[in-house]
């Protein structure tokens, strides 16, 4: 084989220039030989998995195009990143179209259970509502795109003022059947204006402080009411996940406990990554929440508390907006308004820029939309399986 020229996802030859997964760079250079190599003889399984990298790339280059966009239209930079989730075990409204899809299927079906699956759905049976998710997905995915675009073009724009917004849509287990994020560019700037014009960095963490606060009720300060568990009765209605906002009858209660149920961070090999075959390395959680005591425990002390907000710096060199914290170490930072409103999973950052609006660094939105790209159009992971695969074509 001639000599390869190594580059950032590329390996080129005289005849050949093939895009290659990010992950398998990692690997020794005889396995990225190996898939070139299966790739020039039109290895079906390993081209396809080559190629399925492209629509990654066309989703990235299309946020980026629409950033650059709105830039130069003086809209300004993308001010919120948001990702939400769907409760495809709990939201009522799926309840009802699990219980009509059933009921359908019961009169068209003999039914030879011990009790009707619309029974066991109508009285909120957790078993119920996720036997019914998993069969129905189709419908799960419809009116989680049906209920987001409503959400984006009412509270979105009326209450978290965003003029203009690009949303990704995402599949992966464990983050709820279908997950939605979003970048969205606030109506005159939001907070830019009032964060550039700060002469103190005391006073800049103040201004972007203020509008958290004031129009996205931001907090990382609940506390946790140890008596509430949602999954303590096989009922739906435990939870406010199950219940619509307008019947909750306590609005701080109802913001505490569907924090508990769904901002609630555990880590785990998510956030860990995967344990130490020798048990005597204590993993770190990438998302700030500390090292293990013990090592593949999981038993992270959580988030550091602070009497007052502060801008950090995170591993990729990007600056965030870290509110008081003064009760618990495992609620993620959120808006009350939006978890509320949305009743599920429900993240939201407001992105820092330094320089001023009105003539802003390209560099430095470059580097902000870089981060925001890698994330919300990142490509396809890798499984094990999918790895364990080609390790083993390759070593065959």
């Known amino acids: 084989m001639k000599t390869i020229q190594k580059v950032p996802f590329l390996l080129m030859t005289k005849k050949f220039l093939v895009r290659i997964h990010p992950l398998l760079m990692t690997s020794k250079l005889r396995y990225a030989k190996a898939i070139l190599h299966l790739y020039q003889n039109f290895d079906t399984t390993v081209r396809a998995y080559v190629e399925v990298m492209d629509f990654g790339e066309k989703k990235t280059k299309e946020l980026q195009a629409w950033i650059d966009f709105h830039i130069s239209r003086n809209h300004g930079p993308p001010t919120h990143f948001i990702t939400l989730t769907c409760a495809e075990n709990w939201w009522p409204d799926l309840r009802q179209i699990y219980t009509d899809l059933e009921v359908i299927a019961e009169s068209t079906n003999q039914w030879t259970g011990k ?36 959400f984006m073009d009412t509270f979105a724009r009326t209450v978290m003022n965003l003029e203009y917004y690009w949303g990704r849509v995402e599949f992966a287990s464990g983050r709820g059947a279908i997950h939605l994020h979003i970048l969205g560019i606030a109506k005159d700037k939001a907070y830019l204006h009032a964060f550039h014009n700060a002469k103190t960095e005391e006073l800049k963490v103040k201004a972007i402080q203020d509008y958290a606060e004031k129009y996205l009720e931001m907090t990382a ?76 425990k999981g038993d992270t002390p959580g988030k550091v508390l602070r009497q007052s907000a502060i801008i950090q710096k995170d591993r990729k060199g990007i600056e965030h907006l870290l509110l008081p914290r003064l009760h618990s170490r495992r609620i993620t930072q959120h808006s009350k308004s ?6 599920a999973n429900a993240d939201i950052q407001l992105l820092i820029y330094r320089s001023n609006p009105n003539l802003p660094d390209v560099g430095e939105i470059e580097a902000v939309s870089r981060y925001c790209v890698s994330y919300a159009g990142k490509r396809s992971q890798t499984t094990q399986q999918e790895k364990n695969s080609i390790e083993d074509i390759i070593t065959a």
């Open 338 to 343: 939006l978890l509320q409103s949305w009743r």
């Open 221 to 296: 300060d609940v506390e946790i009411d140890n008596e509430h568990d949602k999954f303590a009765q096989n009922d739906v209605t435990s939870s406010p996940l199950g219940i619509r906002y307008c019947t909750c009858k306590n609005r701080n209660m109802d913001h505490r406990h569907l924090a508990q149920d769904t901002m609630l961070h555990d880590c785990n090999e998510y956030c860990l990554g995967q344990p130490d075959p020798k048990g005597k390395r204590c993993r770190s959680c990438r998302f700030g929440h500390g090292t293990e005591e013990t090592p593949n």
């Open 115 to 150: 009790q009707l699956q619309s029974n066991l759905l109508r009285n909120g049976n957790q078993s119920a509502m996720k036997k019914a998710s998993r069969k129905h997905a189709l419908y799960v995915n419809e009116y989680f795109m049906i209920r987001a675009k409503r």
